[in-house]
């Protein structure tokens, strides 16, 4: 079972509903809700309110966590290939053990990334690191603002290896397509913007190993499933 953590103070679902469709197709998914607000409650439509776990698509959601106990809770009683942790709880994050693979989400936005700041910090508290860790930033931009020095510089303290960094920019397509979504059965993908539509597929090729080809591939077979 891999382990995928994405720490940011932003809203995250529709990113990690397009990654869970993606991967789906090849492993078992789990999304573990650790938003502050409980932000996948009513990001789509369910069956059943009142169910721990609830199906969306053909991956599983998990609302409401809050510890790492939690989650270990549901991986003794289900088995999954995949873990997608959207996490904004600094409280967490510090009892939390390493991930196998971590994605730091943010824009240039003050409040965002001063409290990214108090996340990152509260994940390598207290966390001996024999070795840099390898973090993927995945940055909402908008141009003409300030460019991700100024966020390395900020954690210039904790034991980070900056891996390639991620870019997409605010796209009314996108948050059209996300807003349908919240009302829609499965994950539709057709319509995204260029740049969000390589983000999701650098994230889930790497969550897979796969390359471009066999990514691009995994993209159209989820463009047709229903």
Same mark, same amino acid.
């Given at each position: 079972?891999?382990?995928?953590?994405?720490?940011?103070?932003?809203?995250?679902?529709?990113?990690?509903?397009?990654?869970? /469709?993606?991967?789906?197709?090849?492993?078992?998914?789990?999304?573990?809700?650790?938003? %502050?607000?409980?932000?996948?409650?009513?990001?789509?439509?369910?069956?059943?309110?009142?169910?721990?776990?609830?199906?969306?698509?053909?991956?599983?959601?998990?609302?409401? %966590?809050?510890?790492?106990? *939690?989650?270990?809770?549901?991986?003794?009683?289900? *088995? #999954? *290939?995949?873990?997608?942790?959207?996490?904004?709880?600094?409280? +967490?994050?510090?009892? =939390?053990? !390493? &991930? *196998?693979?971590?994605?730091?989400?943010?824009?240039?936005? !003050?409040?965002?990334?001063?409290?990214?700041?108090?996340?990152?910090?509260?994940?390598?508290?207290?966390?001996?690191? +024999?070795? %840099?860790?390898?973090?993927?930033?995945?940055?909402?931009?908008?141009?003409?603002?300030?460019?991700?020095?100024?966020?390395?510089?900020?954690?210039?303290?904790?034991?980070?290896? =900056?891996?390639?960094?991620?870019?997409?920019?605010?796209?009314?397509?996108?948050?059209?397509?996300?807003?349908?979504?919240? #009302? +829609?059965?499965?994950?539709?993908? /057709?319509? %995204?913007?260029?740049?969000?539509?390589?983000?999701?597929?650098?994230? &889930?090729?790497?969550?897979?190993? +796969?390359?471009? /080809?066999?990514?691009?591939?995994? =993209?159209?077979?989820?463009?047709?499933?229903?």
């Amino acid at each position: 079972m891999r382990q995928v953590l994405f720490i940011g103070d932003l809203d995250k679902t529709d990113l990690l509903f397009y990654i869970a /469709k993606l991967i789906s197709l090849d492993k078992k998914v789990l999304i573990a809700d650790y938003t %502050l607000t409980k932000r996948y409650e009513f990001a789509y439509p369910k069956v059943e309110m009142c169910e721990a776990i609830q199906q969306y698509d053909y991956f599983d959601v998990a609302e409401g %966590l809050n510890k790492y106990s *939690d989650l270990e809770s549901i991986l003794n009683k289900h *088995d #999954y *290939d995949i873990v997608l942790v959207d996490i904004e709880k600094e409280q +967490s994050l510090k009892n =939390w053990p !390493n &991930a *196998d693979s971590l994605y730091l989400i943010t824009s240039y936005e !003050n409040p965002v990334i001063q409290r990214n700041l108090k996340l990152t910090e509260s994940f390598f508290h207290e966390k001996l690191a +024999s070795e %840099l860790v390898p973090v993927t930033k995945i940055i909402y931009e908008v141009h003409g603002t300030l460019n991700e020095d100024y966020i390395n510089d900020l954690m210039d303290k904790f034991p980070i290896h =900056w891996e390639e960094t991620l870019i997409f920019y605010p796209d009314e397509r996108d948050l059209t397509r996300k807003i349908s979504n919240q #009302y +829609s059965s499965s994950v539709k993908l /057709k319509g %995204l913007s260029g740049p969000f539509k390589e983000v999701i597929k650098s994230v &889930a090729g790497k969550i897979l190993d +796969s390359n471009s /080809k066999e990514t691009n591939v995994l =993209w159209k077979q989820a463009e047709r499933r229903k």
